[in-house]
């Protein structure tokens, strides 16, 4: 009986703290928005941060890419050619990732690299008095530090997932037509007649923007709060990683449902 | 990390990320290919739509000339009513069939504008008159039992 | 114009149902350097805390120059950091900027002074503290002492009126004390600031301090010059100036009786 309790108790106190951070990540939102005017005003800082979480994940994110894709079109050749579709290949390939696999893989690593380099360096700034420094001197951390990564996070996020879907059709293609010799008209056809701009490529985007707002939010957040300790630092990052992932999914579910449906 | 280095770089990023939306939208997509933009409406009334959809094609000999609009259920006519979106630069005599078929064996249906002999077009508004139905695939078997029944009777009757 | 710069007043403070500070009274005076000493935990850090409105008191107040620092808005906020500087117990430097961008930082963000004159103020802080050749480094490449100096002359950046130093001779060696030392008294006396130290070494502290603040309890235990405090007949000053190992301040912690306690 005592377990039972406990565990209940616990179960409690896990989904109130879970409210409480969520609550807690929403006003630090509304002050990023608030003092956001100087990652545009000296657009140098956003710039910076554009460097350290975008043009550093283009590595992993184009190799991540262009493996997906052959993988795509190895699985999917071999599926669609018992049902004598084998040349809806490059439908199959380019829907998957445009609609699903670019914004959400693309979320995954980002949230996995940059994610945990955002919160890793905050942390650390919180760790060594830095953050307090700043606020000492009558500079907000908020706007000189949050608000710039916030920003280059929305930014990044769309260019790399769009960038994932390209590379990752392109490796669609190498399998299916260069390797397994699908037909190169059929592949290219049969996709521009079936993925539409409007419905497709854009709602891809639009969950691809959600997915950068969440991951960076989170990294930031984790980063804040986290006890200025290494043991808290370390966990911290660890925390950002499962809650973008877990977050990403199951955004990604509620964005697909409402567009795709 | 220099400055003019740092922006290169970004500028770089910005750009490969443009490129590949271009990319997107003009190779994979159907942007280029598919601008349905000045339409006209007119409404045809079927029987049995069978999977038609809204924006499903509608073909002019396999052409796509312009998306189905909406479908709804006329509950005093008992038949669907659907608006058929015709992109303004085809115009269509007023005794224009309009089908419904199928792509490929299992694919999707869409709706085909086979042209009549008449010298007045349709206009924003008109009915086209002349349709056929979606074949229904249990119907299509019945008819077949049906006349393979009729055959055997024949038969005995002889 | 008032002769204490910085008041607390009646001021009580703590994190949760403790309460760290109990309705304590202290003033610091213009151009004098003070020090707020104490055993470890006993509140001396927050005190600057306080002063510095990142934390706001339960009741009583903090006044700066007059204004109370828990009731002003966001610009009068600014208004008070502006005239404070900070040094923090590990230098606390932006480590993705260099030596000279972390010294110039307060300027380029409170004014608008043009790069090169911003570039002559730098080098002349820098030279206050005696590292105007390493200002191309990254805080990563300082050792412990000299990082500290630059966050000194980081916090003496735009002239302040009030300088802080939180435990300004944790971890240095004795040649890099008595340096601090020197720069803590020569800086306060050049600038005519205000400076609080916060700190536990005694002999560094009463060889340059004006006045003194002894912290224990939840209260100020005594205060007064050095000299007055050498004098002093209060068990708890003797214990801690004379760094004793029993007194006021018991060595063994809180505990149920030893016999009990062993398995005999």
């Given at each position: 009986m005592n377990n039972i309790l406990n565990f209940l108790e616990k179960l409690g106190a896990s989904a109130r703290s879970s409210l409480s951070g969520l609550g807690s990540c929403t006003r630090l939102f509304f002050l990023t928005i608030i003092y956001s005017s100087d990652s545009f005003k000296r657009f140098n800082?956003?710039?910076?941060?554009?460097?350290?979480?975008?043009?550093?994940?283009?590595?992993?994110?184009?190799?991540?890419?262009?493996?997906?894709?052959?993988?795509?079109?190895?699985?999917?050749?071999?599926?669609?050619?018992?049902?004598?579709?084998?040349?809806?290949?490059?439908?199959?390939?380019?829907?998957?990732?445009?609609r699903?696999?670019?914004?959400?893989?693309?979320?995954?690593?980002?949230?996995?690299?940059?994610?945990?380099?955002?919160?890793?360096?905050?942390?650390?700034?919180?760790?060594?008095?830095?953050?307090?420094?700043?606020?000492?001197?009558?500079?907000?951390?908020?706007?000189?530090?949050?608000?710039?990564?916030?920003?280059?996070?929305?930014?990044?996020?769309?260019?790399?997932a769009t960038i994932f879907s390209m590379v990752g059709i392109l490796g669609g293609y190498f399998i299916a037509v260069l390797i397994i010799g699908v037909d190169d008209g059929a592949f290219w056809s049969q996709m521009q007649a079936n993925v539409d701009f409007h419905n497709d490529i854009v709602d891809g985007a639009i969950k691809s923007i959600v997915f950068g707002f969440t991951c960076t939010?989170?990294?930031?957040?984790?980063?804040?709060?986290?006890?200025?300790?290494?043991?808290?630092?370390?966990?911290?990052?660890?925390?950002?990683?499962?809650?973008?992932?877990?977050?990403?999914?199951?955004?990604?579910?509620?964005?697909?449902?409402?567009?795709?449906? | 990390m220099e400055k003019v280095k740092l922006d290169i770089w970004v500028g770089i990023f910005v750009a490969l990320g443009i490129i590949a939306m271009f990319y997107l939208a003009t190779r994979v997509g159907n942007l280029t290919s598919n601008d349905v933009k000045k339409?006209?409406?007119?409404?045809?009334?079927?029987e049995n739509i069978g999977g038609l959809?809204?924006?499903?094609?509608?073909?002019?000999?396999?052409?796509?000339?312009?998306?189905?609009?909406?479908?709804?259920?006329?509950?005093?006519?008992?038949?669907?009513?659907?608006?058929?979106?015709?992109?303004?630069?085809?115009?269509?005599?007023?005794?224009?069939?309009?089908?419904?078929?199928?792509?490929?064996?299992?694919?999707?249906?869409?709706?085909?504008?086979?042209?009549?002999?008449?010298?007045?077009?349709?206009?924003?508004?008109?009915?086209?008159?002349?349709?056929?139905?979606?074949?229904?695939?249990?119907?299509?078997?019945?008819?077949?039992?049906?006349?393979?029944?009729?055959d055997d009777d024949d038969k005995d009757k002889d | 114009m008032e002769e204490n710069l910085i008041s607390i007043n009646n001021l009580s403070f703590g994190y949760g149902k403790d309460l760290l500070h109990k309705d304590i009274n202290m003033q610091f005076n213009r151009g004098k350097v003070s020090a707020i000493m104490g055993g470890s935990g006993c509140g001396k850090t927050t005190i600057l805390r306080l002063i510095g409105g990142q934390l706001n008191p339960n009741s009583g107040n903090v006044t700066v120059d007059g204004k109370v620092v828990h009731e002003q808005g966001r610009e009068g906020l600014r208004n008070i950091r502006r005239k404070m500087g900070m040094l923090f117990q590990h230098g606390a430097l932006f480590t993705d900027l260099s030596v000279y961008e972390n010294v110039a930082f307060p300027m380029r963000e409170h004014t608008d002074l043009p790069?090169?004159?911003?570039?002559?103020?730098?080098?002349?802080?820098?030279?206050?503290?005696?590292?105007?050749?390493?200002?191309?480094?990254?805080?990563?490449?300082?050792?412990?002492?000299?990082?500290?100096?630059?966050?000194?002359?980081?916090?003496?950046?735009?002239?302040?009126?009030?300088i802080m130093y939180d435990e300004p001779f944790a971890g240095l060696d004795p040649i890099s004390m008595a340096v601090i030392c020197?720069?803590?008294?020569?800086?306060?006396?050049?600038?005519?600031?205000?400076?609080?130290?916060v700190t536990h070494d005694v002999a560094e502290t009463f060889s340059f301090a004006d006045y003194i603040y002894f912290l224990a309890d939840g209260g100020v235990a005594a205060e007064g010059s050095p000299k007055q405090l050498l004098a002093s007949k209060l068990p708890f000053v003797k214990q801690f100036i004379h760094s004793e190992k029993d007194g006021p301040v018991p060595f063994h912690a809180e505990a149920p009786e030893y016999q009990s306690d062993l398995s005999l």
């Amino acid at each position: 009986m005592n377990n039972i309790l406990n565990f209940l108790e616990k179960l409690g106190a896990s989904a109130r703290s879970s409210l409480s951070g969520l609550g807690s990540c929403t006003r630090l939102f509304f002050l990023t928005i608030i003092y956001s005017s100087d990652s545009f005003k000296r657009f140098n800082l956003t710039i910076k941060e554009i460097y350290f979480t975008g043009v550093l994940s283009l590595v992993i994110i184009i190799v991540s890419a262009f493996f997906v894709g052959m993988v795509l079109g190895l699985q999917g050749y071999y599926t669609l050619e018992k049902y004598g579709s084998s040349e809806a290949i490059g439908v199959l390939v380019a829907l998957a990732l445009v609609r699903e696999l670019g914004p959400v893989v693309t979320a995954l690593l980002y949230a996995g690299r940059a994610g945990t380099a955002i919160t890793a360096e905050i942390g650390l700034m919180k760790t060594t008095e830095q953050l307090s420094a700043m606020e000492m001197m009558a500079v907000s951390p908020i706007a000189r530090i949050v608000a710039p990564r916030f920003w280059a996070g929305m930014i990044s996020m769309p260019i790399l997932a769009t960038i994932f879907s390209m590379v990752g059709i392109l490796g669609g293609y190498f399998i299916a037509v260069l390797i397994i010799g699908v037909d190169d008209g059929a592949f290219w056809s049969q996709m521009q007649a079936n993925v539409d701009f409007h419905n497709d490529i854009v709602d891809g985007a639009i969950k691809s923007i959600v997915f950068g707002f969440t991951c960076t939010l989170i990294a930031l957040y984790q980063g804040l709060v986290a006890p200025p300790t290494a043991e808290g630092v370390s966990r911290a990052t660890t925390k950002t990683v499962v809650i973008s992932s877990l977050s990403v999914l199951g955004l990604d579910f509620v964005l697909t449902s409402f567009m795709f449906v | 990390m220099e400055k003019v280095k740092l922006d290169i770089w970004v500028g770089i990023f910005v750009a490969l990320g443009i490129i590949a939306m271009f990319y997107l939208a003009t190779r994979v997509g159907n942007l280029t290919s598919n601008d349905v933009k000045k339409t006209y409406e007119v409404k045809a009334y079927f029987e049995n739509i069978g999977g038609l959809k809204p924006r499903a094609a509608v073909k002019a000999s396999g052409v796509v000339v312009g998306r189905i609009g909406s479908i709804i259920f006329d509950p005093e006519a008992f038949h669907a009513v659907v608006k058929i979106n015709i992109d303004d630069r085809y115009a269509f005599p007023t005794d224009t069939f309009a089908n419904i078929y199928t792509a490929g064996l299992l694919g999707e249906q869409y709706l085909s504008l086979e042209a009549g002999g008449d010298d007045v077009d349709l206009k924003a508004g008109d009915l086209i008159v002349h349709t056929q139905d979606a074949v229904v695939l249990e119907k299509l078997i019945s008819q077949f039992l049906y006349n393979s029944a009729g055959d055997d009777d024949d038969k005995d009757k002889d | 114009m008032e002769e204490n710069l910085i008041s607390i007043n009646n001021l009580s403070f703590g994190y949760g149902k403790d309460l760290l500070h109990k309705d304590i009274n202290m003033q610091f005076n213009r151009g004098k350097v003070s020090a707020i000493m104490g055993g470890s935990g006993c509140g001396k850090t927050t005190i600057l805390r306080l002063i510095g409105g990142q934390l706001n008191p339960n009741s009583g107040n903090v006044t700066v120059d007059g204004k109370v620092v828990h009731e002003q808005g966001r610009e009068g906020l600014r208004n008070i950091r502006r005239k404070m500087g900070m040094l923090f117990q590990h230098g606390a430097l932006f480590t993705d900027l260099s030596v000279y961008e972390n010294v110039a930082f307060p300027m380029r963000e409170h004014t608008d002074l043009p790069e090169n004159v911003i570039k002559d103020l730098v080098l002349l802080k820098l030279n206050a503290v005696g590292l105007r050749g390493a200002h191309k480094k990254m805080p990563a490449e300082l050792s412990g002492g000299m990082a500290r100096r630059v966050a000194l002359a980081r916090a003496i950046s735009l002239d302040p009126d009030i300088i802080m130093y939180d435990e300004p001779f944790a971890g240095l060696d004795p040649i890099s004390m008595a340096v601090i030392c020197d720069l803590i008294r020569s800086l306060n006396d050049a600038l005519g600031a205000t400076s609080i130290i916060v700190t536990h070494d005694v002999a560094e502290t009463f060889s340059f301090a004006d006045y003194i603040y002894f912290l224990a309890d939840g209260g100020v235990a005594a205060e007064g010059s050095p000299k007055q405090l050498l004098a002093s007949k209060l068990p708890f000053v003797k214990q801690f100036i004379h760094s004793e190992k029993d007194g006021p301040v018991p060595f063994h912690a809180e505990a149920p009786e030893y016999q009990s306690d062993l398995s005999l």
